[in-house]
């Protein structure tokens, strides 16, 4: 109640009293709250229990719900939104076979290899092609594209606050969703997020979470998933022999490595001290650097480009993805939707609609 009313401006003692059922709220106050939950107004007047999706925090010690800035509950509120409508439609959602439930107890760190061996099988990028690429956003496209076919929508949302690099949810039995935050993330940071929100999807524990926190079992196991996905110990090698590098405990390494890669710096990092390349004080150190950015390294907070690109069609569709175009073009050429209703729906503007819907 305390931080509802520093959010809102709305007095706590005034909160109290309208629960109590001995004061009201006026428009703009309940406006304002409704804006800070990410709920439609009409929810803070319901009778029933309304099946909205908890916000589990995985930055915490112990994941439960926890307390988010409004850009993150507003993502939530975006796929909860998509999601009800998908499933009213009765539109097919379903995950493909293979993407069965992995249950551990454990978490361990050979859990986490192996489950990544398999997928990176998989998936179906060869290592050298990954090196002959040298290319963060060639490697996201691919995985993308493959987690996209598994019958996932994969989206891309301005959250406008770093506190969670992404999410990952099944909401109102709609589909399985993951969400990137694209605020302060290259393209190699992003893609290192996918992975890991893919290894929550294995696991199904749905929630908000930020590979650059690690305070918990399953952010740890899915980081060392997402890790050895990206960058398992043959590539690694097989790269340090190729282009004739040391490894060292230096900004200039870990940047020119990185980029050889395709992945992050903190990936690059994180799998030098796995494989004992480098030492777990090492990455501390460098770590410490990047405090004042949430523990993100600055390399990792952008591509130094603009945000967005020339191509408006381009950047709708990596906004929204293959996943969800495809069944909103589906919905519109059976009428279950018209343009005004997905443009209400996801803000996606008729004009863009009918250019894209032939090629989603």
């Known amino acids: 109640m305390a931080t509802l009313s520093q959010r809102t401006g709305v007095p ?9 059922d001995k004061g009201e709220l006026d428009e703009d106050q309940i406006r304002s709250i ?11 007047f319901a009778r029933q229990q309304l099946n909205l999706f908890p916000a ?20 939530i509120n975006f796929v909860e939104r998509l999601s009800s409508t998908i499933t009213a439609l009765d539109m097919d959602v379903e995950l493909d076979d293979s993407v069965e439930q992995f249950t551990t107890t454990t978490y361990s760190q050979k859990e986490a290899i192996d489950l990544a061996k398999k997928w990176r099988k998989t998936w179906g990028i060869s290592d050298n092609q990954q090196l002959e690429w040298q290319n963060a956003n060639k490697l996201y496209t691919s995985l993308r594209d493959f987690i996209e076919g598994l019958g996932v929508l994969v989206l891309h949302r301005q959250f406008k606050t770093r506190e969670a690099a992404g999410l990952y949810l099944q ?6 969703t993951i969400v990137i935050n694209t605020t302060g993330s290259s393209k190699a940071r992003k893609l290192f997020t996918l992975a890991h929100e893919f290894g929550h999807l294995l696991l199904r524990a749905e929630g908000a979470s930020n590979p650059s926190v690690l305070k918990n079992k399953v952010e740890r196991f899915c980081n060392r998933f997402a890790a050895c996905l990206l960058a398992p110990r043959r590539i690694i090698e097989l790269a340090l022999d190729r282009f004739g590098y ?8 870990i940047r020119l490595f990185a980029a050889k890669l395709g992945i992050s710096q903190e990936a690059t990092y994180l799998r030098m001290v796995e494989l004992n390349y480098l030492t777990p004080s090492d990455y501390a150190k460098w770590k410490a650097k990047f405090a004042n950015n949430g523990s993100v390294p600055t390399g990792d907070l952008s591509d130094g480009a603009g945000g967005g690109s020339s191509d408006v069609l381009r950047d709708k569709q990596t906004q929204y993805g293959s996943t969800l175009l495809n069944l909103l073009a589906r919905a519109r050429r059976t009428g279950q939707l018209d343009e005004i209703d997905i443009f209400r729906l996801c803000g996606l503007k008729p004009k863009y609609q009918n250019q894209l819907f032939g090629v989603a």
């Open 12 to 20: 706590k003692s005034v909160l109290n009293r309208t629960l109590e």
């Open 34 to 44: 409704s804006e800070e939950l990410a709920v439609p107004i009409q929810a803070l």
């Open 56 to 75: 589990v925090d995985f930055r915490s010690v112990t994941p439960g719900v926890g307390e988010f800035e409004k850009g993150t509950l507003q993502a």
């Open 171 to 176: 909401a109102d039995n709609g589909p399985h």
């Open 246 to 253: 040391t490894p060292r405990a230096d900004d200039t390494f």
